[in-house]
């Protein structure tokens, strides 16, 4: 399954960038996000293959994702790979200048594996409703960003 988001959003292309990939921003646009702790690399400098955990709450219960650069080219696109016990998925954010105060955003996740208590959860899931959550997700980040200064 893939969760797929565009948006555009009213600030240059750095100023998207900068946002989205700041680790202190997550908790605010991020769905159950509870933490995120750098786990390898150099975290002023990212890098392919560079780690990190993130933990999230979900009706009471916290897991734990580990998170691995794939690719990376600022401010154009970063490809991770989010891995867990119940599922791993690739994460993809494209970043295009629309103008000089204009940027799209293409969000994608692609669950690539899911296990057995996932499979479970997302056979009385829709998926309409998973993609509303994402992009209720992205509207909230586009949101957030139009507000800084």
């Not at 000089?100 to 296990?115: I, M, P």
């Not at 499979?119 to 509207?139: G, P, W």
Request: hydrophobic share 35%.
């Amino acid at each position: 399954m893939t969760l797929s988001c565009e948006v555009t959003i009213n600030k240059p292309l750095q100023t998207v960038w900068d946002y989205v990939n700041d680790p202190d921003n997550l908790p605010l646009w991020l769905n159950d996000f509870v933490r995120y702790e750098h786990v390898s690399g150099d975290q002023n400098a990212p890098k392919v293959g560079d780690t990190s955990k993130h933990t999230y709450s979900q009706n009471g219960k916290e897991f734990t994702m580990q998170e691995t650069i794939t690719e990376y080219n600022p401010p154009h696109y970063i490809k991770l790979f989010m891995t867990s016990d119940w599922f791993d998925m690739n994460i993809e954010n494209t970043y295009e200048a629309v103008s000089e105060d204009q940027t799209k955003l293409l969000a994608t996740a692609d669950f690539v594996r899911l296990g057995w208590i996932m499979k479970i959860m997302m056979f009385f899931s829709s998926n309409k409703k998973m993609q509303a959550d994402h992009e209720r997700q992205i509207r909230k980040l586009k949101e957030l960003i139009e507000q800084t200064a």
